[in-house]
T-cell receptor
Framework: DAGVIQSPRHEVTEMGQEVTLRCKPI?????LFWYRQTMMRGLELLIY????????DSGMPEDRFSAKMPNASFSTLKIQPSEPRDSAVYFC??????????????FGPGTRLTVL | GENVEQHPSTLSVQEGDSAVIKCTYS??????FPWYKQELGKRPQLIID?????GEKKDQRIAVTLNKTAKHFSLHITETQPEDSAVYFC????????FGAGTRLAVHP
């Protein structure tokens, strides 16, 4: 398996533009997570899906952020309009959830977003 | 709300020494405690994990201990090597992972 795939790997955009980040989870995994990593705030969970359904979006900073998972093999995180403070590395991770215990999350390579 | 505190934030050791990183969590319902290693510019990668029905787990030079009563868990690395230098994150999970702030470990030859 190729692991979790994210695109693009780097994105540079100007304030006010729409940004779409993409993620393909590991085949067979039923949970998908979007994280943001910055020096100031560390690793923050933005939203997660179980079986394509959003379960917890309490980490989404504001209405400018939205995420979708139209099927088991694809998810997007959209920022519209983007702002300089959105600059960060965005990670997607996936896992197979079974039973009551959590399981290893496999992280993608991340998308480094710079908003000028 | 859910919170995971991790310390120290930085740790510097000599090659061959042991390193210990400690975490506390707030949500008593947490039942899964992974540790991730992140090298500069790379993704976090799992190095060891433990479930709440186990008190200790070891894998070669690394071990994790869990004290559910005190809501503490720790990572122990023995015989450290320069390639152990990285940022280490603890996390606690019931349904979602809450990460600690990270420990930057430097192992000096």
């Amino acid at each position: 398996d190729a692991g979790v795939i994210q695109s693009p790997r780097h994105e540079v955009t100007e304030m006010g533009q729409e940004v779409t980040l993409r993620c393909k989870p590991i085949s067979g995994h039923n949970s998908l997570f979007w994280y943001r990593q910055t020096m100031m705030r560390g690793l923050e969970l933005l939203i997660y899906f179980n079986n394509n359904v959003p379960i917890d979006d309490s980490g989404m900073p504001e209405d400018r952020f939205s995420a979708k998972m139209p099927n088991a093999s694809f998810s997007t995180l959209k920022i519209q309009p983007s702002e300089p403070r959105d600059s960060a590395v965005y990670f997607c991770a996936s896992s197979f959830r079974q039973g009551v215990f959590g399981n290893e999350q496999f992280f993608g390579p991340g998308t480094r977003l710079t908003v000028l | 709300g859910e919170n995971v505190e991790q310390h120290p934030s930085t740790l510097s050791v000599q090659e061959g020494d042991s390193a210990v990183i400690k975490c506390t969590y707030s949500d008593s319902a947490s039942n899964y405690f992974p540790w991730y290693k992140q090298e500069l510019g790379k993704r976090p990668q799992l190095i060891i994990d433990i479930r709440s029905n186990v008190g200790e787990k070891k894998d070669q030079r690394i071990a994790v201990t869990l004290n559910k009563t005190a809501k503490h868990f720790s990572l122990h690395i023995t015989e450290t090597q320069p390639e152990d230098s990285a940022v280490y994150f603890c996390a606690a999970s019931m349904n979602k992972l809450i990460f600690g702030a990270g420990t930057r470990l430097a192992v000096h030859p």
